[in-house]
T-cell receptor
Framework: SQTIHQWPATLVQPVGSPLSLECTVE??????LYWYRQAAGRGLQLLFYSVGIGQISSEVPQNLSASRPQDRQFILSSKKLLLSDSGFYLC????????????FGPGTRLTVL | EDQVTQSPEALRLQEGESSSLNCSYTVSGLRGLFWYRQDPGKGPEFLFT???AGEEKEKERLKATLTKKESFLHITAPKPEDSATYLCAVQAIGNQFYFGTGTSLTVIP
């Protein structure tokens, strides 16, 4: 079964600073990968998904971007953070075999001050 | 419009008091329905996948069921360690995933 790593676990950044969150996956190959944001008391908001290296689809227009430089690596970036970017960021990996289940990483708590 | 609605938003149970969480969905073609458990500050943990109406899955004190319009997560004789937020998600034919906002369960000793 796959294992999803995210880092850092927590991050406090000033407004206007850059951002780079990393997600790596073990135990599977050629997965679909997803970035979600979860605001306090709210549901999961899909930000980006990728079906392969260099293939990124954006679901929400914003100052965030994503890249997939390797098969099992997914990066979420920003050039200038906004206060509204604060939240809990989750990376997910979809098992494209029999179940289609999405499995989640441990998350990154981002606070923008 | 495809969507997922979970109820209640919050549920407090005494230890041993069984209950059910509801997940209602409208989607143009269901590929799968997923239940997750999320503890505070952690990523969702996968519990069950259901594919067709009438299907049931069990794991310890949890049992998930599926109809054509909703799913129930039944919790039998809950313990304090079952306290968490339970999320429901639906996968549509086009591989889109729709998540509910969750039910926050608190089990009181």
């Amino acid at each position: 079964s796959q294992t999803i790593h995210q880092w850092p676990a927590t991050l406090v950044q000033p407004v206007g600073s850059p951002l780079s969150l990393e997600c790596t996956v073990e135990g599977t190959s050629n997965p679909n990968l997803y970035w979600y944001r979860q605001a306090a008391g709210r549901g999961l908001q899909l930000l980006f998904y990728s079906v392969g290296i260099g293939q990124i689809s954006s679901e929400v227009p914003q100052n965030l971007s994503a890249s997939r430089p390797q098969d099992r690596q997914f990066i979420l970036s920003s050039k200038k953070l906004l206060l509204s970017d604060s939240g809990f960021y989750l990376c997910a990996c979809q098992d494209r075999g029999r179940t289609d289940t999405q499995y989640f990483g441990p998350g990154t708590r981002l606070t923008v001050l | 419009e495809d969507q997922v609605t979970q109820s209640p938003e919050a549920l407090r149970l005494q230890e041993g008091e069984s209950s059910s969480l509801n997940c209602s969905y409208t989607v143009s073609g269901l590929r799968g329905l997923f239940w997750y458990r999320q503890d505070p500050g952690k990523g969702p943990e996968f519990l069950f996948t259901l594919y067709s109406a009438g299907e049931e899955k069990e794991k310890e004190r949890l049992k998930a069921t599926l109809t054509k319009k909703e799913s129930f997560l039944h919790i039998t004789a809950p313990k304090p360690e079952d306290s968490a937020t339970y999320l429901c998600a639906v996968q549509a034919i086009g591989n889109q995933f729709y998540f509910g906002t969750g039910t926050s369960l608190t089990v009181i000793p």
